[in-house]
């Protein structure tokens, strides 16, 4: 069984800071691509970021202003989202979700919308005011 908690959300003025945190079942965590996706109110879900834990690559989505940094914590197996200059337009649900059986994350991973990802967590929220 694997499971995804995702924890860290909650709401924040713009240009402030939130990191979000997914702690993934141990025993995949060292050759996992993890990735984050989010979806606004009335949008489709998008991908944000993501890591292939093996080695620590990192990819980015590049929208909006705010500061994105995807990190892996191997002791906690724990990836974090580092957020900074928030604008409301970040906000949402955002989600974590782990694709296996690859050496990397897949060229795919933020065109599908999160199809294609296996296991995902159950969200937390992010608000950003002006």
């Known amino acids: 069984q694997v499971q995804l908690v995702e924890s860290g959300g909650g709401s924040v003025q713009a240009g402030e800071s939130l990191r979000l945190s997914c702690t993934v079942s141990?025993?995949?965590?060292?050759?996992?691509?993890i990735a984050w996706f989010r979806r606004a109110p009335g949008k489709e879900r998008e991908g944000v970021a993501a890591?292939?834990?093996?080695?620590?690559?990192?990819y980015y989505v590049n929208s909006g202003k705010a500061h994105l940094t995807i990190t892996q914590d191997n002791a906690a197996h724990t990836v974090h989202l580092q957020m900074d200059n928030l604008e409301p337009e970040d906000t949402a649900m955002y989600y974590c979700?782990?694709?296996?059986?690859?050496?990397?994350?897949?060229?795919?991973?933020?065109?599908?919308?999160?199809?294609?990802?296996?296991?995902w967590g159950q969200g937390t929220q992010i608000t950003v005011s002006s």
């Open positions: 890591i292939y834990t093996g080695y620590s690559k990192t």
């Open positions: 141990e025993w995949i965590f060292t050759s996992v691509c």
């Open positions: 979700a782990a694709h296996r059986g690859s050496k990397a994350c897949p060229g795919w991973w933020a065109l599908l919308g999160g199809n294609g990802f296996d296991y």
